[in-house]
T-cell receptor
Framework: RKEVEQDPGPFNVPEGATVAFNCTYS??????FFWYRQDCRKEPKLLMS???SGNEDGRFTAQLNRASQYISLLIRDSKLSDSATYLC???????????FGTGTQLKVEL | NAGVTQTPKFQVLKTGQSMTLQCAQD?????MSWYRQDPGMGLRLIHY???????DQGEVPNGYNVSRSTTEDFPLRLLSAAPSQTSVYFC???????????FGNGTRLTVT
């Protein structure tokens, strides 16, 4: 089983829709969790950290479910500009070594 | 503030050639790392460093060497390029013990 797994998509949604992605992880000792956004042929950029209590940043909500070992990202009122690949990243063990999922592609359409 | 700078942006090599991918950061980050990104495989850690003079292997280190002689620079060397090393390479840095990682804009390498 992969350490971090994501549904690759693509998720094709109409503008204004709500869409959610999950990312499952295998190591119960994982400590920190992040969502990155990657535009086509660009570098990943941090979208948001994921806190145990859940956190929200505008239209984006991230949640952590330790019991079931997954994190989620909810995007409300999707915009065309949200079209990108969303990568989850998880820190397990010491140091700063992040393990990334393969990414979920989102396409927001008119 | 330049952040993390990678050069070159694009490179084509023939099998067996060697080259060095450059990475420099101006944020005084202790931690630096190299990832490769392939379709369907996500980002995989090649090598990392927690400070000058200290390097360690990641998930996929074979075929790559690194060194860290200064805090700012973390070059990645391919000693004998193979087609399997065709990929997009990202350098990333952060303060040690702190996240998130800051990524450079990548080097697209093709080995023919």
């Amino acid at each position: 089983r992969k350490e971090v797994e994501q549904d690759p998509g693509p998720f094709n949604v109409p503008e204004g829709a709500t869409v959610a992605f999950n990312c499952t992880y295998s190591n119960s000792a994982s400590q920190s969790f992040f969502w990155y956004r990657q535009d086509c042929r660009k570098e990943p950029k941090l979208l948001m950290s994921v806190y145990s209590s859940g956190n929200e940043d505008g239209r984006f909500t991230a949640q952590l479910n330790r019991a079931s070992q997954y994190i989620s990202l909810l995007i409300r009122d999707s915009k065309l500009s949200d079209s990108a690949t969303y990568l989850c990243a998880i820190l397990t063990g010491g140091g700063n070594k992040l393990t990334f999922g393969t990414g979920t592609q989102l396409k927001v359409e008119l | 503030n330049a952040g993390v700078t990678q050069t070159p942006k694009f490179q084509v090599l023939k099998t067996g050639q060697s080259m060095t991918l450059q990475c420099a950061q101006d944020m005084n980050h202790e931690y630096m790392s190299w990832y490769r990104q392939d379709p369907g495989m996500g980002l995989r850690l090649i090598h990392y460093s927690v400070g000058a003079g200290i390097t360690d292997q990641g998930e996929v280190p074979n075929g790559y060497n690194v060194s860290r002689s200064t805090t700012e620079d973390f070059p990645l060397r391919l000693l004998s390029a193979a087609p399997s090393q065709t990929s997009v390479y990202f350098c990333a840095s952060s303060y040690e013990g702190e996240l998130p990682l800051h990524f450079g804009n990548g080097t697209r390498l093709t080995v023919t």
